[in-house]
């Protein structure tokens, strides 16, 4: 994937004052706006900032890698990291399932309202989640809730989705996938559209059934897009945040805490400013570690 | 609300003129404390009363016993007023007032046939097992979140327990006294006789209240509202309100419960103290109490009011009247509300998650312990400079 012809480009002195003049504008936002808060968190994470220290900056300790290594020996960080890596783990392959499916059905020339479903596809990526939030709430409600109705039409006992720290996890993880699996649907159907009709008539030619069109074409030519859509999810499921802090506050037994909760608790809720820079740093090493890992996975495959 | 109060002060005040700004409740305690960093505090505001020992610990408020004359600590709840004192000084002057007691379905109670009001905590559990057995299976006597730090906080301060040592420099929730309090709160849910919900598992209180589901829930004024809103016609002759039972008998009847409310708050960077301190004592008469509660419902913070805004010939009133007699405050450090998360916390992992009580408030110990340890590094550090 190497841009090949295009050689390094060659300028004058002159040329490149000019070109770092005509930069230094967006470098200096960058600089102001990402690499100083960069460092003055990162700084932060290093003392002991709390609430006594608004009062008095002579309250605050140096306390060197103190945040991070009460961090690595507090059983609630490893819960949390457990419980964040559980939504990633379960979600991204959901979401990546249900972007396809949903795309494929989209997409199909068969199906029919195709404008509708698209519609009702994306719906849940552009609705407010305190609204979704209401409405989800009742359908998990153990008394009240149509899914745990629906079970108890087949005979199955009725489930606590939300009170029950084991399923608790699994109820926050579907409701994240419904809601952003529109988006990454989207994509696919985008990615869907750039595959050219005459592979799919080539191969009805030699007589390939649906099944197969889908395994050999399709399938083979979705995974750029399959790599984009599953490093967005990865991302955006590391940072899940909105969901539990709506429906759950992350309890119960802080079953549905994650790593962005955690640290908006610690910082915003209790004011530990310190310890909640040092969250924020090891979610970012998570985040570009597995980020990197995907890449580099798929990288090699295609190769 | 405050708005409507202000005429009348600046009509007696004619050189002062008063500013009212509202923020939403739930943004209060961020909003002050970034106007504090910020150095953007107003003259005076409304806190919420467990919020004063923060506010003092930052140094944000100004000392209050100079200006606090007899007259003006005399008509007050003992309890509440407590609230407002921080190492012998006086912070605040209380606003309106909130505690949590009894509501309850009178008819249910009546057709249980059980001895009420109780007047001990086993007493009040015989009438709950009467209840339950009057209701039937998938019935409840009594309404307990079980994430809510309150109740079990609640029946600690009931049965004697500090909840932190003397100075607040350490957890103090092993204390028998404690573990008693919490043996009895936890019971309730294993013997069924409360539900094990969480605030987001009530789906609507109301209803199920009025549908028999619970015959009883502890918790606070604004309900008094709320359930003549909310409460189906039909329900409305069939629900009061009692003050909470001490755990044993012959202990002084009720026993206690939350001093909560808001209390009013001079600024330490206030512009203008005295005019400031003109409009608060003005909002603090008894009067103007009365007044705040006819707009707004919230229980004035002083007796005399009560009788002014006629709260006194309303029986379900009057049982906060007789709680509000028998109220004590939290611990005093900034730490509580976190502190009283991990209670809650606490109580959940014994129900919810089995684990073994004693063993579960060592944690909560040593939970709380390392929460305090900047504290104590603090009134160290006090301590060696005042030498």
Redesign the interface.
Known sequence: MTPAGIEEQKGTPAEKRAAWLLLSPALGAIGLFFAVPLIAALLLSLT?F???A???PR?T?FVGAGNYARLLSDPLFWKVLRNTLVFVAVGVPLTLAASLGGALLVHSKLARWRGLFRTIFFAPVVTTLVAVAVVW??LY????GLINQMLGFVGLPPI?W????AWATVAITLLAVWRSFGYGLVIYVVGLQSIPVSLYEAAQLDGASPWRQLRNITLPLMVPTTLFVGVLTTVGLFQIFAEPYV???G????ATTSITLLMYQQG????NLGNAAAIAFVLFALIIAATGLQVLVRGRKSA | MVRELVPEFERRHPGITVEVQQIPWTAAHEKLLTAFVGDATPDAAQLGNTWVPEFVSLGALEPLNARVTASIRKDSFPGIWDTNVVDGETWGLPWYVDTRLLFYRTDLVAAAGVPWPPKSWAEWRTAMEGIKRHGGPGKFAILLPIDEWQQPVIFGLQNGAGLLDGAGRHGAFRDPRFKEAMAFYLDLYTSELAPALDLQGIANMYQQLAEGYFAMVITGPWNLGEFRKRMPPEMQDRWATAPLPPPEKGMPHPGLSLAGGSSLVLFRQAKNPEAAWKWLEYLYEPAQQARFYELSGDLPARPSAWKLAGLADDPRAVAFLDQLGSVAPTPKVPEWEQIATRVAECAEQVMRGGRDLDEALAALDADVDRILEKRRWMLDRAAEEGK
Do not use: C, K
């Open positions: 002991d709390d609430i006594y608004l009062a008095d309250n300790r709430r009742y409600h153990p008394r009240y606590d939300l009170g029950d720290p429906m759950t506050r309890g119960p037994l802080y915003f809720r209790w004011w």
